[in-house]
């Protein structure tokens, strides 16, 4: 079996969920002794309230841990990774449309794949480059492929976010596993900028071909891929092997 990789370190990092909102709690979550659970919302202070206020719970929830992650540092290129982006605020733009009512044009511009991401650039007034990503559940995946491939054209760092909340209940059919609000965010750096001494581990990503096209494991593990990989960094595992229906995924962390 062949595989394909990327390497990297991780300068820093940042998460958020309901429930599970310190580093403390995270590291709970992780070895199983806490749950994302919930209605609360991060205060995003960062960022000013007139902004704040158009962001859904999902949208500050990827702001918190971008502000947080990368602080005041700019000029940053950054990688924002959801699966279903703002598909709440889809939803009832849609019904509004087949109720003949007049849409919003702040919900609109909202509820596009790079509304956060957007968002932190004009609050930020950082004109780095911005890439809005969905690749179904292996979106973790390509979105570290996406800023490793940013990191090997000659940026010094790239901030990746990833993002989630439950789809709307009219789309309950189609889901294939838990999906629980959640954000987190890595500072990605080069492995090659003295990782393992100055930033920690080096964590490498490698890839092949699927050989069972109709397996997948998000219902085996009952968690979304984002959440398995975070696990895997949290608990700080030497190995974290999934599948999708395309592909064979090996994370690895050299100590």
């Known amino acids: 079996m062949s595989f394909n990789g990327v390497s990297f370190s991780i300068a820093a990092h940042a998460a958020w969920a309901p429930g599970v909102e310190t580093r403390a709690a995270w590291l709970e979550w992780a070895q199983g002794d806490r749950a994302i659970a919930g209605s609360s919302e991060p205060a995003l202070k960062a960022m000013s309230p007139m902004l704040r206020r158009r962001s859904s719970l999902l949208g500050k929830m990827a702001l918190e841990v971008a502000y947080q992650c990368l602080g005041e540092r700019t000029d940053v290129p950054t990688v924002f990774c959801s699966r279903h982006g703002e598909a709440t605020r889809s939803v009832a733009m849609l019904t509004d449309l087949a109720k003949v009512v007049p ?149 690895t962390r050299n100590a």
Not at 115 to 133: E, H, T, W
Not at 146 to 153: I, S, V, W, Y
Not at 201 to 229: F, H, K, M, R
């Open 103 to 251: 849409l919003s044009p702040t919900a609109f511009g909202m509820s596009v794949h790079n509304a956060a991401g957007g968002m932190f650039s004009i609050a930020r007034a950082d004109r780095a480059s911005n890439i809005a990503l969905a690749a179904g559940d292996s979106g973790v995946e390509h979105a570290v492929i996406e800023a490793a491939g940013l990191l090997a054209d000659g940026a010094p760092a790239v901030l990746l976010v990833v993002y989630d909340c439950p789809i709307p209940a009219m789309f309950s059919a189609f889901q294939d596993g838990n999906q629980p609000a959640h954000a987190w965010a890595w500072l990605m750096e080069p492995a090659t900028i003295d990782a393992s001494v100055k930033r920690g581990a080096i964590v490498s990503l490698a890839w092949s071909t699927a050989a069972d096209p109709e397996s997948d494991d998000n219902a085996i593990t009952g968690l979304p891929g984002s959440l398995q990989v975070l696990r895997f960094h949290l608990r700080e595992d030497s190995q974290l092997q999934r599948r999708d229906r395309q592909h064979n995924w090996l994370w």
